[in-house]
């Protein structure tokens, strides 16, 4: 009786305990969530900035004592790539970002964090983190994809998939600052498609994991268990601070990618890849869910609780699905040769880059059209009471922009003019103002089929309800609020 007594005393200690190390680790999340403000990088504000734009912020911490900064390698065109390590631990944690030049709300994320480490608030937590891990941050790992804002290397190839061949300097500096640190942990930071969905929901995915597979059988070994543990501990932050809105990435072995050859090379890695979040096209939310979900990962890590997790936790995270437009109009009406038709329309706002590739503009499509109930979008509207019209041209041309202003262009959009023509059309690509600007030989082709730019009308009983305006949807007498560019067509 006593030896069951006891049993029962260590089963119930244990079981408090594991509920208390929940609890703190949700607190923790919290509080690291509540504490970001404090913390943010003001310079970096924008996802498109470059590699010289990060050099004095990797400089505040080259003669910091907790700190070290060292050269490990050089891009293509010669520009530097910095090793920025913390603490004095036995657990080596390695996390690099930017590997596709135009994904860098992990880099934004990553000085955040950095800014925190440096800080003596959390004196506490910091010192955990460093008595426990010697933490090594690399960002910006395609400095010169970054400078064109784009996804491969000045070789014009993707840099995870170079793991095997090594032909570029970045993926080699990679592979090198791996094997010298034989880390433990690897996060590897990733943009997504805003246009992804956590599976069979209207929630976009504004995180997605994956603990990658290290064979085509996607075994599961000590390895990449422990990242599919890390995994759960992440997830359940971010399910207090977006609800639903995480995905999991397709496990199938990539022999060329970088995550499944470190998780085959030892290192438990860790694939965090931020998507979309409504309303936050510059990523600064997301940022900040990296913040508190990363460090969250650096801590469970230090104080070991990452190891009482539940893999199959880990299999219940949605899949990642890409079911997402910016508008879905639901059941408009379109007349085609005498008859009536009823199709949802999916429209996306494509960013095209501008001035150096530091701004861009949108330019919408129709993206796919018919049933699209198993869609979902940021926007939806149901459109069943009105009817699609495209439009027409205003009946004078204009001899220059300067002339726009003598126009009422609340009153013509009410009209159904959806284009103005233009002896001199401003050199640049898109309209400043919610209307379409076009040449004097400009003709409008009156079909409806994907690939074509979103702009029309939505009419109700003979009047214009809706403009949708280079994929703007709006009133018109709201269009020039709401319409954040029209384009130019030549």
């Given at each position: 009786?006593?030896?069951?007594?006891?049993?029962?005393?260590?089963?119930?200690?244990?079981?408090?305990?594991?509920?208390?190390?929940?609890?703190?680790?949700?607190?923790?999340?919290?509080?690291?969530?509540?504490?970001?403000?404090?913390?943010?990088?003001?310079?970096?504000?924008?996802?498109?900035?470059?590699?010289?734009?990060?050099?004095?912020?990797?400089?505040?911490?080259?003669?910091?004592?907790?700190?070290?900064?060292?050269?490990?390698?050089?891009?293509?065109?010669?520009?530097?790539?910095?090793?920025?390590?913390?603490?004095?631990?036995?657990?080596?944690?390695?996390?690099?970002?930017?590997?596709?030049?135009?994904?860098?709300?992990?880099?934004?994320?990553?000085?955040?964090?950095?800014?925190?480490?440096?800080?003596?608030?959390?004196?506490?937590?910091?010192?955990?983190?460093?008595?426990?891990?010697?933490?090594?941050?690399?960002?910006?790992?395609?400095?010169?994809?970054?400078?064109?804002?784009?996804?491969?290397?000045?070789?014009?190839?993707?840099?995870?998939?170079?793991?095997?061949?090594?032909?570029?300097?970045?993926?080699?500096?990679?592979?090198?600052?791996?094997?010298?640190?034989?880390?433990?942990?690897?996060?590897?930071?990733?943009?997504?498609?805003?246009?992804?969905?956590?599976?069979?929901?209207?929630?976009?995915?504004?995180?997605?994991?994956?603990?990658?597979?290290?064979?085509?059988?996607?075994?599961?070994?000590?390895?990449?268990?422990?990242?599919?543990?890390?995994?759960?501990?992440?997830?359940?932050?971010?399910?207090?601070?977006?609800?639903?809105?995480?995905?999991?990435?397709?496990?199938?072995?990539?022999?060329?990618?970088?995550?499944?050859?470190?998780?085959?090379?030892?290192?438990?890695?860790?694939?965090?890849?931020?998507?979309?979040?409504?309303?936050?096209?510059?990523?600064?939310?997301?940022r900040k869910l990296n913040f508190a979900t990363i460090l969250t990962a650096l801590q469970s890590i230090s104080n070991g609780s990452f190891k009482k997790e539940n893999i199959e936790e880990y299999e219940r995270i949605p899949n990642n699905n890409r079911m997402l437009?910016?508008?879905?109009?639901?059941?408009?009406?379109?007349?085609?040769?005498?008859?009536?038709?009823?199709?949802?329309?999916?429209?996306?706002?494509?960013?095209?880059?501008?001035?150096?590739?530091?701004?861009?503009?949108?330019?919408?499509?129709?993206?796919?059209?018919?049933?699209?109930?198993?869609?979902?979008?940021?926007?939806?509207?149901?459109?069943?009471?009105?009817?699609?019209?495209?439009?027409?041209?205003?009946?004078?041309?204009?001899?220059?922009?300067?002339?726009?202003?003598?126009?009422?262009?609340?009153?013509?959009?009410?009209?159904?003019?959806?284009?103005?023509?233009?002896?001199?059309?401003?050199?640049?690509?898109?309209?400043?103002?919610?209307?379409?600007?076009?040449?004097?030989?400009?003709?409008?082709?009156?079909?409806?089929?994907?690939?074509?730019?979103?702009?029309?009308?939505?009419?109700?009983?003979?009047?214009?309800?809706?403009?949708?305006?280079?994929?703007?949807?709006?009133?018109?007498?709201?269009?020039?609020?709401?319409?954040?560019?029209?384009?130019?067509?030549?």
């Open positions: 009786m006593k030896k069951i007594m006891k049993q029962f005393q260590i089963v119930f200690l244990l079981g408090l305990f594991l509920s208390n190390s929940l609890l703190a680790q949700q607190i923790a999340g919290d509080n690291f969530h509540e504490i970001y403000k404090d913390y943010k990088i003001a310079d970096l504000d924008q996802r498109r900035f470059k590699h010289q734009d990060i050099q004095p912020l990797i400089e505040r911490y080259r003669n910091k004592q907790e700190f070290e900064v060292q050269k490990v390698g050089e891009s293509i065109e010669g520009r530097g790539l910095n090793l920025i390590s913390f603490g004095k631990g036995e657990i080596d944690v390695f996390l690099w970002s930017q590997m596709h030049g135009d994904e860098s709300t992990a880099t934004m994320a990553i000085f955040d964090i950095l800014n925190y480490l440096d800080s003596e608030e959390d004196e506490q937590t910091v010192k955990t983190i460093s008595e426990n891990l010697k933490v090594h941050f690399l960002p910006m790992l395609n400095p010169d994809g970054a400078e064109e804002f784009t996804r491969r290397n000045a070789l014009g190839i993707d840099v995870n998939r170079d793991a095997l061949r090594l032909q570029s300097p970045e993926a080699k500096t990679l592979k090198r600052v791996r094997d010298s640190l034989d880390a433990d942990f690897g996060f590897n930071l990733h943009d997504q498609s805003r246009y992804y969905n956590a599976e069979r929901t209207d929630k976009p995915a504004t995180i997605s994991f994956l603990a990658p597979a290290y064979n085509y059988e996607k075994d599961i070994n000590e390895v990449r268990g422990n990242a599919m543990k890390l995994i759960v501990v992440m997830n359940k932050v971010l399910q207090q601070h977006a609800p639903g809105q995480v995905g999991r990435y397709n496990d199938d072995f990539e022999p060329r990618a970088f995550g499944d050859n470190i998780q085959k090379w030892g290192t438990s890695t860790v694939l965090i890849e931020s998507g979309g979040y409504p309303g936050d096209r510059e990523k600064q939310q997301i437009f910016d508008l879905k109009l639901e059941a408009v009406n379109y007349e085609l040769n005498g008859n009536n038709y009823v199709l949802d329309l999916g429209i996306n706002l494509y960013e095209r880059d501008l001035e150096n590739n530091e701004k861009f503009y949108y330019s919408a499509g129709i993206i796919d059209q018919g049933d699209l109930s198993t869609s979902y979008a940021y926007e939806t509207v149901d459109a069943s009471a009105y009817k699609l019209d495209f439009g027409k041209i205003y009946p004078k041309i204009l001899k220059d922009s300067s002339e726009l202003e003598e126009l009422k262009l609340v009153e013509l959009l009410k009209d159904g003019v959806a284009y103005i023509r233009m002896e001199n059309l401003p050199e640049k690509t898109f309209s400043d103002m919610p209307i379409n600007l076009v040449s004097e030989n400009f003709q409008l082709e009156k079909n409806l089929e994907p690939g074509r730019n979103a702009t029309f009308f939505l009419k109700k009983d003979g009047k214009v309800e809706y403009v949708v305006m280079n994929g703007f949807l709006s009133r018109p007498e709201k269009a020039k609020q709401q319409v954040e560019n029209a384009l130019i067509f030549r």
